[in-house]
């Protein structure tokens, strides 16, 4: 749960001054669609690591498990889908948004990995 409340802070602040400075590119929609697709990001990161404490809880998956992740995923295609089709945010800042998320991700995985 430590790597997780890094990720959070760290993803939190990159993407709100990334945003900001995105506001002078573009005002109505970049930086909505950053913070969107950075917090979209977040919200599936927080669904896996439920999963996963699941998994490694149980020693079988459960049906149960299976269905909330494929429900998780349900969620976040339905989210982006009417965000999308309603012209709220544009594709490419919920793309900037995913992948600062990510890259901190991984960034955190590899300082993790080196320490043990």
């Known amino acids: 749960m430590i790597l997780v409340k890094r990720v959070y802070k760290q993803g939190i602040l990159i993407l709100l001054p990334l945003a900001l400075l995105s506001a002078f590119i573009e005002w109505k929609k970049l930086p909505l669609s950053i913070l969107v697709g950075g917090l979209l990001g977040l919200a599936n990161l927080r669904g896996l690591v439920r999963?996963?404490?699941?998994?490694?809880?149980?020693?079988?998956?459960?049906?149960?498990?299976?269905?909330?992740?494929?429900?998780?995923?349900?969620?976040?295609?339905?989210?982006?889908t009417?965000?999308?089709?309603?012209?709220?945010?544009?594709?490419?800042?919920?793309?900037?948004?995913?992948?600062?998320?990510?890259?901190?991700?991984?960034?955190?995985?590899?300082?993790?990995?080196?320490?043990?």
């Open 51 to 80: 999963g996963v404490t699941c998994l490694i809880g149980t020693h079988n998956p459960t049906g149960k498990l299976v269905f909330f992740s494929i429900f998780r995923l349900f969620i976040l295609a339905s989210i982006l």
């Open 82 to 116: 009417i965000l999308v089709a309603l012209k709220l945010v544009k594709i490419f800042g919920i793309l900037i948004g995913f992948t600062v998320v990510f890259i901190v991700i991984i960034k955190e995985g590899l300082k993790i990995a080196k320490e043990l």
